[in-house]
């Protein structure tokens, strides 16, 4: 049996959800398969969430960044800027420094998101673990990230 074409293209939540599918799909299909199927595609609603999400700050966080490395040199270049002190003023590059910053931590924020959703995905598709056991681990998985950003790190206690 020739081995399928994929779209090498795709994002890897994109590929598992196909390698499930065609799982599914097989006549040879093992009992469980179309489950695995379905709660795969649970994960993936939400690893293609976060990899919107991911995308979108990305690309503000790079542009802000840009903004910041730019803005003084902009500014010592343009000598008709000086009369609007605003534009040159400290609170303004500090604000655009500091959204930089938010954009970068938001970024931070659904990258791990969208990882950890798509290390799920790949227990589903290619792990050996029951149905059951599957369902309870994307369960508490998804539970785990659909808890919003975490402004404070715990500290473990190793006694």
Known sequence: MPAPIYDLRQTSGGFLIEVLRRRADADDAPPDALKRYEIGCDVYIKQWSYSVLNKTFFWLALVASVAVLVWPALLASLKALDGISLVASAITQTMATAIAAFFVGLYLHYKKRQTSAETLLRAIAFGDLPTDQIA?????????VDQGVVFRAEAKNDE
Do not use: H, K, N
């Open 136 to 144: 309870a681990r994307a369960s508490e998985e998804l539970d785990r």
